[in-house]
């Protein structure tokens, strides 16, 4: 019968002590940060570039085609309603002295980057190793792979311990899909690099994330299956909000991998 008092062998009662994973919702929560978000006219990177934005975050997007970049910018500015920065700096990651260039306007303007998202991207149609021409095979890995590695070696000596780097891969870097060699080799060259910086930064405290998204509605589905279903797909938003809570995540947590794919599989 319960008399009110302990048991003699009970243990003693402990103040349950709660850590957070993140820091509370708040509309603020990247206020006083700086990300640098490659390939962020459209698609992903745009929806990254917003995530971030709408947290404080002041935001730098670049692209190679001016006029979008200028549009893509004006719309983050209607859409965000916070009083992030929002600089939009023209730039090929194919070609060092671009990217060297972009880093210059970032570090006169901000003098830090906090986020440096590695997303700028292209895809390819289904081709046969036979059909896939050195050209093709050169502009795959130069963007791709080459771009990341430029544009990462530029922005590390304005990246602090605690600052994050997020490397969009694809699923492809795990899965093989036939008739993809070229985006394939990219894509795990760009995986191995990953690993190799993660290793390479964590003496420096930076984080590093492999982001590996499936099959998500954007543009870069006209090249690769102008028919595939889109109603299958991830929506971009859904891959902003998973780069958000990594980046969101206390500097001694890193996520360091984030494979997202469809429910429905690969398509
Ligand atoms: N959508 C998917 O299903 C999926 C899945 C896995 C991984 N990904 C990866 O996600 C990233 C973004 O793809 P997305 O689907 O959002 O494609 P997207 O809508 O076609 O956007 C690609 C972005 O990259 C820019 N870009 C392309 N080449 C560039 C270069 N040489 N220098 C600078 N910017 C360049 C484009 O702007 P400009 O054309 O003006 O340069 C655009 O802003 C890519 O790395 C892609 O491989 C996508």
Wanted: with cysteine; glycine share 6%; net charge positive.
């Amino acid at each position: 019968m319960p008399t009110g008092k302990p048991a003699k062998n009970a243990p003693a009662p402990t103040t349950a002590k709660v850590f957070p994973l993140l820091p509370p919702t708040g509309p603020l929560r990247l206020s006083g940060k700086v990300a640098v978000i490659t390939g962020a006219s459209r698609g992903i990177g745009y929806a990254v570039a917003k995530a971030l934005a709408i947290e404080g975050c002041d935001v730098v997007i670049s692209g190679r085609e001016p006029a979008n970049l200028t549009r893509a910018a004006a719309q983050l500015r209607k859409e965000v309603h916070s009083s992030a920065k929002i600089l939009a700096v023209p730039c090929d990651v194919r070609a060092a002295q671009r990217v060297a260039g972009m880093f210059a306007v970032v570090k006169k303007r901000f003098g830090k980057i906090d986020v440096l998202v590695n997303n700028a991207g292209i895809s390819q149609a289904p081709t046969s190793i036979e059909q896939t021409t050195h050209e093709m095979w050169r502009d795959m890995l130069d963007t791709n792979l080459t771009g990341m590695y430029l544009c990462t070696r530029a922005a590390l000596p304005l990246m602090a311990r605690g600052s994050t780097i997020i490397n969009n891969l694809s699923a492809a870097a795990k899965q093989i899909f036939p008739n993809f060699a070229a985006y394939t080799s990219a894509k795990m060259g760009a995986y191995g690099f990953t690993l190799s910086i993660r290793n390479e930064l964590i003496p420096r405290g930076i984080r590093v994330t492999a982001l590996m998204p499936g099959a998500t509605s954007t543009d870069i589905w006209q090249t690769v299956m102008p028919n595939a279903d889109r109603d299958v797909m991830i929506d971009v938003n859904q891959v902003a909000q998973a780069v958000l809570y990594a980046v969101l995540l206390p500097r001694e947590a890193n996520l360091s991998e984030l494979l997202l794919t469809p429910t429905v599989g690969a398509l």
